[in-house]
């Protein structure tokens, strides 16, 4: 979720600085900055996941199963899932402040409809379907699937082409939706 916010607070504070215009004059391609953009994003996302592991293994008593070393590619294209909704936040607003809580009207309501603070097994049946619509609910499903219930990397498939079809969507509805100035 890092990546959402990352994103948003990002994009949002390079317009308001003129920073983005000042790099478009810069000897560097836009390319080589997004790049470098989204692979702090994904190193920082790697470093946390790490972090939460090792806490859970040392505090917890968490016990990996299954293949756990495909959360590493499930997490990249969940990271990149969630800073295109960032992006989105940054395309949508003005300021700082606005990408921010605009991310945050996106991201924590998902976080309660995905089932990443209870299960989702006693709720209604369309609120299990709606939440099915949630990138986070595949997100979180695949990393169970993999981590905890012992399944195998097949079980990350449909997780992974679900979190990356929902990247380029938003992708693209935010480039579309971006503007260069915030006036």
Same mark, same amino acid.
């Given at each position: =979720?890092?990546?959402?916010? #990352?994103?948003?607070?990002?994009?949002?504070?390079?317009?308001?600085?003129? &920073?983005?215009?000042?790099?478009?004059?810069?000897?560097?391609?836009?390319?080589?900055?997004?790049?470098?953009?989204?692979?702090?994003?994904? @190193?920082?996302? &790697?470093?946390?996941?790490?972090?939460?592991? #090792?806490?859970?293994?040392?505090? %917890? @008593?968490?016990? &990996?199963?299954?293949?756990?070393?495909?959360? /590493?590619?499930?997490?990249?294209?969940?990271?990149?899932?969630?800073?295109?909704?960032? !992006?989105?936040?940054?395309? !949508?607003?003005?300021?700082?402040?606005?990408?921010?809580?605009?991310? $945050?009207?996106?991201? !924590?309501?998902?976080?309660?409809?995905?089932?990443?603070? %209870?299960?989702? $097994?006693?709720?209604? #049946?369309?609120?299990?379907?709606?939440?099915?619509?949630?990138?986070?609910?595949?997100?979180? $499903? @695949? =990393?169970? $699937?993999? =981590?905890?219930?012992?399944?195998?990397?097949?079980? /990350?498939?449909?997780?992974?082409?679900?979190? !990356?079809? %929902?990247?380029?969507?938003?992708?693209?509805?935010?480039?579309? &939706?971006?503007?260069?100035?915030?006036?």
């Amino acid at each position: =979720m890092s990546a959402a916010f #990352g994103a948003a607070a990002t994009i949002q504070g390079w317009r308001q600085s003129r &920073l983005i215009r000042r790099l478009q004059l810069a000897p560097v391609s836009t390319r080589t900055v997004v790049g470098a953009r989204v692979s702090v994003t994904i @190193g920082i996302a &790697l470093v946390q996941l790490v972090i939460f592991v #090792g806490i859970g293994v040392a505090a %917890f @008593g968490l016990t &990996l199963t299954g293949s756990w070393w495909m959360s /590493v590619p499930l997490l990249v294209v969940g990271t990149m899932c969630f800073m295109a909704i960032g !992006l989105l936040a940054g395309a !949508l607003t003005k300021t700082t402040e606005g990408a921010v809580n605009a991310a $945050d009207f996106m991201v !924590l309501p998902m976080a309660f409809l995905s089932g990443s603070f %209870f299960p989702l $097994d006693g709720t209604p #049946g369309w609120l299990q379907a709606f939440s099915g619509l949630l990138p986070l609910k595949h997100l979180n $499903d @695949g =990393m169970l $699937d993999v =981590m905890v219930r012992g399944e195998g990397p097949s079980a /990350v498939l449909v997780p992974i082409a679900v979190l !990356l079809a %929902f990247a380029v969507a938003v992708t693209l509805i935010s480039a579309k &939706l971006f503007r260069w100035e915030t006036t």
